[in-house]
């Protein structure tokens, strides 16, 4: 494993809860202030790259606890630039104690409490290579939901 050549990488290993849970927990073991989550399937781009060092250098609002950045998709060979999918601004970049996951497992956010702001850059997310995995990660994620829902006893449609 790559991360492990660093020294200063943490493991932690637990069982899953869940897409929000895990994230929770994740946070809470985070060693520094501001946090970055990514997804194993996203990649920063040059720009934000350099936006995060720039803010990291330059960041003197101590009341800011979050930054949202855009999102571009890039779906089974094309980035996917209209339909409302880009920009897509999330809370990707947040101050620890300042933020948690909600949501509806698979489909989470950040929630921030207080002030927050946009980051230039973007997030590249690599959704899908083709129409069988799309539809495998379809299937999944409606299994999560529908198992979620059970779970707390609410309506759904199938």
Avoid at 54 to 81: A, C, P, W
Avoid at 143 to 157: G, M, N, W, Y
Wanted: positive net charge; hydrophobic residues 35%.
């Amino acid at each position: 494993m790559i991360s492990k050549s660093f020294s200063s990488v943490r493991f932690y290993k637990q069982r899953f809860k869940g897409h929000i849970e895990q994230k929770n927990d994740a946070i809470a073991l985070c060693k520094y202030d501001w946090i970055l989550s990514l997804d194993a399937d996203e990649r920063i781009s040059t720009e934000l790259k350099n936006s995060i060092l720039s803010f990291k250098q330059k960041q003197d609002d101590e009341t800011l606890n979050g930054l949202q950045v855009s999102r571009l998709t890039y779906h089974m060979g094309k980035f996917i630039r209209h339909s409302g999918w880009y920009p897509q601004y999330r809370y990707r970049i947040f101050k620890k104690g300042n933020a948690i996951w909600v949501g509806e497992n698979p489909h989470d956010y950040i929630s921030i409490q207080g002030k927050g702001s946009k980051i230039y850059g973007d997030i590249i997310h690599y959704s899908f290579r083709d129409l069988s995995h799309q539809v495998n990660t379809i299937n999944q994620f409606s299994s999560i939901v529908a198992f979620t829902r059970q779970k707390k006893e609410k309506d759904f449609l199938f």
